[in-house]
T-cell receptor, first 115, second 115 residues
Framework: NAGVTQTPKFQVLKTGQSMTLQCAQD?????MYWYRQDPGMGLRLIYY???????DKGEVPNGYNVSRLNKREFSLRLESAAPSQTSVYFC??????????????FGPGTRLTVL | GNSVTQMEGPVTLSEEAFLTINCTYT??????LFWYVQYPGEGLQLLLK?????DKGSNKGFEATYRKETTSFHLEKGSVQVSDSAVYFC??????????????FGQGTILTVHP
């Protein structure tokens, strides 16, 4: 998880509240991703950003917005939280792991509960 | 579209037992295949990978062989330890299209190893 930080680690919201999950990297990589992890469903891609200023939808974008204002940070916003958004959220970035091949690094996750 | 199917868990083994976690995939083209591991309370870490048919990925005593003819990438370890208790995810990355670097995950398999 080195180089990828997520805040907060835990959050409890009431239905209809809004919040922003923050992800920051100090590895100077272009591509960043937001996934959600739900029991029995693995990780599903919400949004990704290939570079600063660009974002694209993944598999499950509904109910979320993202922002990539600079290379370092990629935020995920829930405008009106719903119980179906209770999940663990992982930020990831594409970096060079070994022998020049690009692989994904994952942050430690944010556990979100929507009541 | 692309998909990954893992054997259902949870899997419970005694220390030093042999481990197999099955993974099969559906993808267009020639995807890269990965196994990620998630230890309790942590994010995902890349365990091993293979990028072309008949490649064998290995790390920490775990192995998986990319079998194109059976579209499989089964994870094996000859002698598991208590410290291997974690959730294991099979994933693929297919190239082309607009989803640069996107990973498609299986649902995860919980492994518990008892002393």
């Amino acid at each position: 998880n080195a180089g990828v930080t997520q805040t907060p680690k835990f959050q409890v919201l009431k239905t209809g509240q809004s919040m922003t999950l923050q992800c920051a990297q100090d590895m100077n990589h272009n591509s960043m991703y937001w996934y959600r992890q739900d029991p029995g469903m693995g990780l599903r891609l919400i949004y990704y950003s290939a570079s600063e200023g660009t974002t694209d939808k993944g598999e499950v974008p509904n109910g979320y917005n993202v922002s990539r204002l600079n290379k370092r940070e990629f935020s995920l916003r829930l405008e009106s939280a719903a119980p179906s958004q209770t999940s663990v959220y992982f930020c990831a970035l594409m970096g060079i792991l070994d022998r020049g091949r690009n692989e994904q690094f994952f942050g430690p996750g944010t556990r979100l509960t929507v009541l | 579209g692309n998909s990954v199917t893992q054997m259902e868990g949870p899997v419970t083994l005694s220390e030093e037992a042999f481990l197999t976690i099955n993974c099969t995939y559906t993808a267009t083209g020639y995807p890269s295949l990965f196994w990620y591991v998630q230890y309790p309370g942590e994010g995902l870490q890349l365990l091993l990978k293979a990028t072309k048919a008949d490649d064998k990925g290995s790390n920490k005593g775990f192995e998986a062989t990319y079998r194109k003819e059976t579209t499989s990438f089964h994870l094996e370890k000859g002698s598991v330890q208590v410290s291997d208790s974690a959730v294991y995810f099979c994933a693929l990355r297919a190239f082309g299209g607009t989803s640069y670097g996107k990973l498609t995950f299986g649902q995860g398999t919980i492994l518990t190893v008892h002393p």
